[in-house]
């Protein structure tokens, strides 16, 4: 069944959906139907069953029953990604980190980024809500401001830390011991990795470096590994 974040109250009994992108998805793309079903999320832990009763120019309207109430998450396990060379390969990472559960994404700019700035906030705003929808998430992860390395050392956040390098590194990440209801922070350098000063630093702060394989593996790669070995344990 489709699920869909709506910026709208679902408190009441009847809902019209009248924001522009929604409704063209539903009208022009999936081509709703009276007595459809869907899913609506208000991303503040609402969740209802939506059936269609009427569809014209301008607005899909749905009757809403069954609702459901979600607590957010207490854990939370956060993403600092450096920002990309290349755009698909940070919306291939938000993607997938979105599909795993990540809570967090922090973009992070560190000594060897090329791009230090977010290019496309809505693009990526749409690629990380479409990616909820499509896993059936109940709440979006928090999609922060670009941070900088410096500023992330002095001011690192509670729980356990930890980034991957193959060159120096502590242990393997599958032996790192993480406690069920810790919070982590996953550290993932650029093309071409954190630098041996920024590894220095994040040591300096208790975190652990650890290695995900004997193969050099591309960014986006070794996000996606370290977040399922993370997540699912």
């Given at each position: 069944m489709q699920h869909f974040f709506v910026d709208q109250d679902l408190s009441d009994s009847h809902l019209a959906?009248?924001?522009?992108?929604?409704?063209?998805?539903?009208k022009n793309v999936l081509r709703v139907r009276v007595g459809e079903e869907f899913v609506f999320l208000d991303n503040k832990g609402i969740k209802v069953k939506a059936i269609v009763e009427s569809v014209d120019k301008k607005a899909v309207v749905v009757k809403l029953n069954g609702k459901q109430i979600s607590a957010y998450h207490s854990r939370h396990i956060r993403l600092f990604i450096a920002i990309s060379k290349k755009p698909a390969t940070f919306e291939l990472i938000l993607q997938k980190a979105t599909?795993?559960?990540?809570?967090?994404?922090?973009?992070?700019?560190?000594?060897?980024?090329?791009?230090?700035?977010?290019?496309?906030?809505?693009?990526?705003?749409?690629?990380?809500k479409e990616a909820a929808e499509q896993c059936e998430r109940n709440f979006l992860p928090m999609f922060h401001e670009v941070i900088a390395f410096n500023k992330f050392i002095a001011s690192p956040p509670h729980g356990l830390m930890l980034t991957g390098d193959g060159?120096?590194?502590?242990?393997k990440l599958s032996?790192?011991?993480?406690?069920?209801?810790?919070?982590?922070?996953?550290?993932?350098?650029?093309?071409?990795?954190?630098?041996?000063?920024e590894l220095k630093?994040?040591?300096?702060?208790?975190?652990?470096?650890?290695?995900?394989?004997?193969?050099?593996?591309?960014?986006?790669?070794?996000?996606?590994?370290?977040?399922?070995?993370?997540?699912f344990r």
């Open positions: 959906i009248t924001d522009g992108d929604l409704l063209h998805q539903m599909e795993l559960g990540i809570t967090d994404i922090i973009p992070l700019v560190t000594s060897r980024c090329q791009v230090k700035e977010i290019r496309n906030q809505k693009r990526l705003n749409f690629i990380v060159r120096i590194y502590d242990k032996e790192v011991k993480i406690e069920k209801d810790e919070n982590v922070n996953l550290v993932i350098g650029p093309e071409g990795g954190l630098t041996d000063e630093d994040i040591k300096n702060l208790g975190g652990t470096i650890f290695i995900l394989g004997e193969n050099i593996l591309r960014m986006e790669t070794a996000a996606i590994s370290a977040m399922s070995l993370i997540l």
